[in-house]
């Protein structure tokens, strides 16, 4: 399973929703399921983070990060897929170069991405689930 930015976004600023996402990391904490973020995600989380509050609450975030989730690199594969993406979905109504390069990196991973966010829904490559989808699972 890929974690996105946004459902970590969302735990991290405790708004509604973040319960679910809770659930999410406490399975992944004792190992019940895996947990993967694209490398991309770490700098996404810090400058949103840091905005949101300051650089010592986003550094503690990512030290958490990287403690509990695993990262995937942005590979030569990775970043074409992205550009796939970008090119294949951003017609209609736009997707974020960040959000087509997490999307490839669930395709390579053949990973279930979780995130809140529609426009992942219509990239027929990958499999897409809220947290809340995702926990009923």
């Keep these: 399973m890929v974690l996105n930015t946004y459902p970590l976004i969302v735990f991290f600023k405790n708004e509604?929703?973040?319960?679910?996402?809770?659930?999410?990391?406490?399975?992944?904490?004792?190992?019940?399921?895996?947990?993967?973020?694209?490398?991309?995600?770490?700098?996404e989380i810090f400058y949103i983070l840091a905005r949101y509050m300051n650089r010592e609450f986003a550094t503690t975030v990512l030290k958490y990060i990287k403690i509990n989730l695993d990262r995937v690199s942005v590979s030569d594969e990775i970043a074409e897929k992205g550009g796939e993406f970008k090119f294949k979905y951003a017609k209609d109504k736009g997707l974020p170069l960040a959000d087509a390069i997490i999307?490839?990196?669930?395709?390579?991973?053949?990973?279930?991405?979780?995130?809140?966010?529609?426009?992942?829904k219509r990239i027929e490559e990958i499999k897409v689930k809220t947290p809340q989808e995702f926990l009923r699972l």
């Design 16 to 43: 509604p929703g973040a319960e679910d996402v809770q659930r999410i990391l406490y399975k992944i904490e004792k190992g019940e399921i895996d947990g993967l973020i694209s490398s991309l995600t770490l700098s």
């Design 103 to 120: 999307a490839a990196t669930a395709f390579k991973e053949k990973a279930t991405l979780i995130s809140g966010e529609e426009h992942f």
